[in-house]
DNA sequence: TCCGGATTCAAACGAACGTTTGAATTCTAG
DNA sequence: CTAGAATTCAAACGTTCGTTTGAATCCGGA
């Protein structure tokens, strides 16, 4: 039997990793017990605290697996635009897109799991258990200084206060985006037929994002009469 | 004893409804057990399900008691700019503002609970339970529908997608924005002093939605390129 | 005052949860 | 081939969950 399969390190491990994040996604991490995705990943119900320890530290590898080559992605592409640029200025446009684009690029392969992570990560950004959220930032926080300083470059004129929020807001517009692809229905009334669409929902989305990150600051009148 | 205190019909319920606010929003409902709740609220462990029948059953009376008068407050709002208006289109600022500042108002009573609330509601936009998100969408179907025809009065000029996919966006950031307001920190790097100054964050919100929502279209050929 | 419905209470129910255990099995290096 | 480590396995652990039960208590109207 030369031709045996050549059994890959960690198989089980990636198995289990594979089904959480789908049924993650499902039903939640408290609405997910160990039997069912166990079950899924066609392993031992004691598998999951032997390759990883205990139930949080499976949370915890799932979203490091993901995120940090997502996070690197976005620092190399924002690396390889200012390269290119050779000193001037970066458009906010292609800021925003190399944030985004790695996002939605994700979200079209539904072969390999990406879009269940993607959904999954965009709702526990306002996880109730703040020891996930904060995982979460940490993991954020290279690539979110890394963006901030260029958005910070791209916009001299801006408040450093007020791009914080424009930041903030675009973050949760592309959050919300990606953990409510259903919720659309919520407006529309029905299903979209291009929900899934990424290269459209891209352009949307980009257009969106531009445009309230540049938009008019608030009056000096607007800001007192708040003060 | 004449000055004997009235008491109020269905005051276990209430106290009930207030616990659940709060602890729902600190711990989600998976996270949070009958016998924390009901030990909160002052009340027997078999209180819950006397007055509303089971823990779902609470869930959805704890929207219903919210979500109601705050999308009739919205929908009462925007008849009223429309009379003022005496015929004429409302702006789109106008009509955001009548959105936003629902939420926004219920945020700044930290007294009645509305805050927690609105935190609450906020992430359950996205919870994994569907039967949850259908009864958000359905609580909500009715003001969604006035302002989706109130902007389309507003703006003729755009096509129907866009602007649901932008009434998306909008929903999208303003519920992120509510429902994650530590999560700033993740791109500030620590507290903004003034995250729960209401007027102040109105201000930004709007300016920031406004722009998002008048943002020029995407050109016919990045459509294109998309299809 | 006393009756009858509404409410509260302590106690228990069975089911499901995450985790642990120790033996059985598989894999791998010498 | 074999010893030892890595992995899988069935079974059980103690705990906590949402819900139910039936008696006790409260309370307004006759």
Redesign the interface.
């Known amino acids: 039997m030369t031709l045996r399969a050549i059994k890959p390190p960690h198989e089980t491990r990636t198995r289990i990793l594979d089904a959480a994040e789908e049924l993650f996604?499902?039903?939640?991490f408290?609405?997910t017990s160990m039997r069912l995705l166990t079950a899924k990943a066609g392993a031992n119900l004691a598998a999951v605290n032997y390759h990883f320890g205990s139930k949080d530290a499976l949370i915890e590898a799932l979203f490091r697996r993901r995120l940090d080559p997502m996070n690197a992605g976005r620092v190399a592409e924002l690396d390889r635009l200012e390269q290119d640029a050779g000193g001037r200025a970066l458009a906010a446009e292609q800021i925003i897109r190399a944030f985004v684009g790695a996002s939605l690029r994700m979200i079209e392969d539904a072969k390999c799991g990406g879009r269940n992570f993607i959904r999954l990560l965009?709702?526990t950004?306002?996880?109730?258990?703040k020891h996930i959220?904060s995982l979460?930032?940490q993991l954020?926080?290279p690539a979110?200084?890394r963006f901030?300083s260029a958005f910070e470059r791209t916009l001299p004129q801006m408040p450093r206060?007020?791009l914080?929020?424009?930041?903030?807001?675009m973050?949760?517009?592309l959050?919300?985006?990606l953990?409510?692809t259903?919720?659309?229905?919520?407006?529309?009334?029905c299903k979209?037929e291009?929900r899934y669409?990424a290269?459209?929902l891209?352009?949307?989305?980009t257009?969106?994002?531009?445009?309230?990150?540049?938009?008019?600051?608030?009056s000096a009148e607007?800001?007192k009469?708040?003060?």
């Open positions: 996604m499902q039903h939640g408290e609405g965009g709702r950004y306002t996880d109730p258990q959220r979460i930032g954020y926080a979110m200084e901030k206060d007020e914080i929020w424009r930041m903030h807001f973050f949760g517009t959050a919300y985006t953990a409510a259903d919720t659309v229905q919520l407006i529309a009334g979209p291009d669409d290269r459209l891209e352009a949307r989305l257009a969106f994002l531009l445009a309230g990150l540049l938009a008019p600051l608030p607007d800001v009469k708040a003060a």
